[in-house]
């Protein structure tokens, strides 16, 4: 019987174990991929709203724009492929230059780049008669360049580096605008009123809807890994929701998906640290075969 309960116990740590390791790679997303690659400020407002009538309002066709204007954005990638202009990655790099000599380690690739394409948004949507389509289809397309120059470059990266694949995202982005505009256009119609529908499902689910500055986020898997990547990205905490644990007691293990987890053996607790839990099950692990060897 000892025996039994000693494998249950590993067993407890292992599923404990895996279930950190995998959080701990979700909170290393350097995208929004997991929140449908959405554009959402930094510093904006995210709420997850609880199943109720007030949710399903708020599925309206504005609040899907930005959800459908980053589905557009890479359906449409493939007809929009113009070739980067030069005096606008030369203008872009003089200005980022100077930042980086100034403060170096406070440069961010994303933020960079996505604040030099959106300031085109304003003025090449001004004339547009559906101004708040396309604004959003100019940001989700500065997002969606910003993000693929930005991801390969590694945080240990110089500067100048970062500066460079910026303003090759940027360009790039301003370069396909015309194109993506007119190409998602077409399709705004249908996109919201699928996406809206699936909002409206959310909100008569078990979790509800999330939402950022009053956008619907749809995600592409769950609602737990979305927020790890708004966590991971933005340093976005989502308000409402909560992050579930792994709990293990006795002989028995339950486990939640979330964006953190903490695993408790008897009187002992451990933190949630993949690494730290990693120790204390390979140290059971040895308490286990040493057991069995006698």
Known sequence: ?????????????????????????????????????????????????????????????????????????????????????????????????????????????????????????????????????????????????????????????????????????????QANLDCQIECQAGGFAACEGRIQGGCEAACMGDEGALFCDGYYVDPRDSIDACAAALQAVLDIEIEGYAEASGECSGNSCSAMASAGASCSVGVGQRSGAPLGLLAVFMTLSAALVARRVK
């Open 1 to 173: 019987m000892k025996k039994r309960h000693a494998w249950l116990f590993g067993g407890c740590a292992a599923v404990c174990l895996m279930d950190m390791l995998a959080v701990g790679s979700s909170a290393r997303a350097q995208d929004l991929s997991a929140c449908g690659d959405i554009h959402i400020e930094a510093g904006a407002e995210c709420e997850l709203v609880p199943p109720s009538l007030e949710c399903e309002a708020a599925c309206t066709p504005l609040s899907v724009e930005a959800a459908c204007a980053a589905e557009l954005t890479a359906s449409c990638d493939g007809m929009c492929s113009a070739e980067l202009e030069a005096s606008c990655d030369a203008a872009c790099y003089a200005e980022c230059s100077g930042q980086c000599e100034v403060d170096p380690g406070a440069f961010d690739c994303r933020a960079g780049c996505q604040g030099d394409c959106e300031a085109e948004c304003s003025g090449q949507c001004e004339a547009s008669a559906g101004s708040a389509g396309c604004e959003a289809s100019c940001k989700a397309t500065c997002s969606g360049e910003c993000d693929a120059e930005c991801n390969v470059v590694p945080p240990s990266a110089s500067c100048d580096a970062k500066c460079e694949a910026g303003c090759q995202g940027s360009c790039q982005a």
